[in-house]
Structure formats: C-alpha cells, structure tokens
C-alpha cells in the first residue's frame, strides 16, 4: 500500500524559510501529479500547490512566489520549499498524491509561524 510521510515541520518567525518533505513508499513516478494542502485550525482544507510527472507547478494565489514544490523522484520525494512565511500559513500541511483509481494523503506535519 502507498503511504506518504511528511517531515519538516516546526515553529518558525515571520519572514523565515521552512522545507517539508514528502517520503513515499514506492516510486513516486508512478503518480502523475503530487501536491501539497493545508488545514488551519478550524478551517477548511485548501490547496497549496502541485506537480505534474512533467515538472510543471501550480500554486494557490496565497503562496504564488513564496512557496517551491520541486520532485525527486530518484530519492522518492516531494518537497515544499516555503519562504516569507507569514503567520497565516500556519496549518497541518499535507502531501497529496493522484493515483490512477485513488488519492493518497499523508498524515500531515504541523507548520506554526509565530514570533
């Protein structure tokens, strides 16, 4: 079965740089588009951000020119390169892999940005 591990997490001040990764459990070429999502505390869970098997990203407007997403698909990982964070990034972050017949989902890590 594919499982998603995210790490990276933490507390981090306004302005500052954080990297999640994203191991999965298998070859991650085998899933055409990978991406991130965040829930913050009673919020609803929206999109950060995703890429395609061909390297091509997209971004929610919040975190367009903040936030990377890059692939390695030799070490099986997705990464979310996160900079000028800002207090209202604060959520669980969560990886997200398309499948042929199903999503996957990690059990997400906690980002806090706070002085």
């Known amino acids: 079965q594919v499982q998603l591990v995210e790490s990276g997490g933490g507390l981090v001040q306004p302005g500052g740089s954080l990297r999640l990764s994203c191991a999965a459990s298998g070859r991650i070429s085998r899933f055409n588009v990978m991406g991130w999502y965040r829930q913050g505390l009673g919020k609803q869970r929206e999109w950060v951000g995703s890429i395609s098997s061909g390297a091509a990203a997209n971004y929610a407007d919040s975190v367009k020119g903040r936030f990377t997403i890059s692939r390695d698909n030799a070490e099986n990982r997705v990464y979310l390169q996160m900079s000028s964070l800002k207090p209202e990034d604060t959520a669980v972050y969560y990886c997200?892999?398309?499948?042929?017949?199903?999503?996957?989902w990690g059990q997400g890590t906690q980002v806090t940005v706070s002085a």
């Open positions: 997200h892999a398309t499948g042929i017949l199903t999503n996957y």
